[in-house]
């Protein structure tokens, strides 16, 4: 037999090896992350102790990738570390994006959220829409004025769409810890929750369209398929929410002996309606964020307390561990990767053009929604100014990027792919580091009584935007303002329905009472709607 050479132990990137040669490359593997994990919670923390805001924790988790993914890329190490620690955009899908989203939807808040509801609908489907457009018809005419790389104007707008996927994990922490306006807070973290799926929607149903030859009635199958993916999904969502609050009501799973079978079946519920939907070829991103809303208001209170503490705590922590490997696999996925940076002009006019689509998302909005509000509750300048600073981009961006490399041309991918990781590589660290600069610049910073008590005791004084108020005078013959002030009646209605009929069909609970969402637990994830 001839000697073995070192080349031979070598993982080759197709992953061809000797059984048990994997098998110590895979725990290999699994140690580095499980240490870059532990490094970043320290370091997070270490941080937040020391008040340092230039550097946040998703910044840092991202840079701790970076490093360990650029030092991999220059040792002889790198297609070892490359079969097992590669970034797959259906790994991310499938199972570190669901407890995330679902987080989101489950921590909410429902006073808050829902006193803006008609503002957070407005920029996350609205704006976001808007944002695509815009960013996509800038790159598209940008590329027909030979200022960068030109891309066809279909896959201009599946750009836009990916790219307007905002993740702005790390400004709601620093709004968090440094006691930002509650009103502020709300809108910013209610639009990132709609946002991920809106954008979603949005790509693929622009991809949907590419792949079928063009038509005159493009657009309006655009229209279509856009509404029957975003209210489809949202359908699931709801319907397995209201499911599960049904078996767990009846089923009589709130007791000492059965808390176990409690657990494991509220757990299993988001992940069935994200499949649902995914199986139904619909998002499961809206449908596992509407199971989780409609979970923690009906279904939470039909579990046992014991029960009740478990869950909170057990999608807390996953979604934590989620996020912080998110940002750890990114930074070292763009470290890895063989990115296009021959196309610099379409890096740099494309980070000029999402700011200033991001500007027409946030602005025409705000004046659309100051349109129907009385004056004391418009949304000032610097909270919109604030609301455009806040428009990071992060892993969702990141992983439909990568997946346009397969969904696009050989070169149109691979472009758009670079383009994304310096844009979420700016934005995470430069724009994340300086956030809590910018809140003081504009004077957004309160003295943290937004964040004292219960949230409800936030709502009821006038020096906010929040409560609703209809007492104003609304003869000035402006239709529009006269419609949307009926959207809003009507969810008041809804309100009153929910209180009455809703509860008490679906819980346990009197429908007079009224349910602690305030966990007080506080988290670092998307879903960080808790007052501290």
């Known amino acids: 037999m001839g000697v073995v050479s070192v080349d031979d132990l070598q993982i080759s990137p197709s992953g061809d090896l000797h059984p048990g040669k994997e098998q110590q490359a895979a725990g290999v593997g699994i140690l580095l992350q499980i240490m870059m994990l532990v490094l970043s919670f320290v370091l997070g923390h270490v941080l937040r102790r020391h008040k340092f805001y230039y550097l946040p924790e998703a910044s840092a988790s991202l840079l701790i990738g970076l ?8 040792s002889n190490t790198e297609n070892n570390i490359r079969t097992w620690f590669n970034f797959h955009e259906e790994f991310f899908f499938l199972f570190l994006l669901p407890p995330i989203i679902f987080e989101s939807g489950f921590s909410l808040s429902p006073k808050p959220f829902f006193s803006n509801f008609g503002a957070i609908v407005t920029f996350a489907i609205f704006g976001t829409f808007i944002a695509s457009v815009v960013t996509g018809v800038l790159v598209y005419l940008g590329g027909v004025m030979y200022l960068m790389y030109r891309l066809p104007f279909v896959e201009c707008l599946m750009f ?30 209610g639009e990132s929750v709609l946002n991920d799926a809106m954008a979603i929607s949005l790509y693929r149903t ?10 005159g009635s493009n657009f309006f199958m655009l229209i279509v398929r856009f509404l029957e993916t975003f209210v489809g999904s949202m359908s699931a969502g709801v319907g397995v929410g209201f499911t599960s609050a049904l078996l767990f009501k009846y089923a009589g799973l709130d007791i000492d002996n059965l808390q176990n079978l409690e657990c494991c079946l509220f757990v299993l519920f988001p992940y069935f309606s994200y499949m649902l939907a995914e199986g139904l070829s619909l998002s499961g991103i809206v449908s596992i964020l509407f199971t989780g809303m409609v979970m923690k208001h009906y279904t939470y209170s039909n579990l046992s307390e014991k029960s009740q503490r478990f869950v909170s705590a057990f999608f807390h922590l996953i979604s934590s561990l989620a996020e912080t490997f998110v940002f750890i696999y990114m930074g070292f996925d763009i470290a890895m990767e063989q990115h296009s940076w021959s196309h610099v002009g379409f890096i740099f006019f494309s980070i000029i053009f999402i700011g200033v689509a991001r500007a027409a998302n946030i602005f025409s909005c705000a004046y659309l929604v100051n349109l129907v509000r009385p004056a004391h509750r418009k949304i000032p300048l610097n909270h919109q100014k604030a609301l455009w600073y806040s428009g990071l981009r992060g892993a969702m961006a990141f992983a ?48 943290g009584h937004e964040f004292a008590g219960p949230v409800g005791e936030s709502f009821e004084g006038n020096n906010g935007y929040i409560a609703p108020s209809y007492d104003e005078d609304s003869a000035s013959g402006n239709r529009l303002r006269m419609k949307l002030k009926e959207f809003h009646r009507s969810a008041a209605s809804f309100t009153a329905l929910d209180r009455n009929y809703l509860t008490p069909f679906f819980t346990s609970q009197n429908g007079d009472e009224e349910e602690d969402f305030d966990d007080p637990m506080p988290s670092s994830g998307r879903g960080d709607f808790r007052p501290i």
């Not at 490093?67 to 220059?74: E, H, Y």
């Not at 991809?207 to 030859?213: E, P, Y």
Request: glycine share 10%; proline share 3%.
């Open 206 to 215: 622009m991809s949907l369209v590419k792949s079928h030859a063009p038509s």
């Open 160 to 189: 836009g769409a990916l790219i307007s996927a905002t993740d702005p994990v790390t400004v709601l922490s620093i709004f968090q810890e440094l006691g930002t306006d509650m009103n502020l807070y709300a809108l910013v973290f």
């Open 400 to 447: 439909l990027a990568l997946q346009s490399i397969h969904d696009l041309p050989e070169g149109h991918g691979q472009t758009i792919f670079t383009a994304t990781t310096a844009i979420v590589v700016l934005t995470v660290l430069l724009i994340g580091g300086s956030t809590g600069t910018m809140l003081e610049a504009l004077q957004v910073i309160g003295d």
């Open 67 to 74: 490093i360990v993914g650029g030092l991999a890329n220059i």
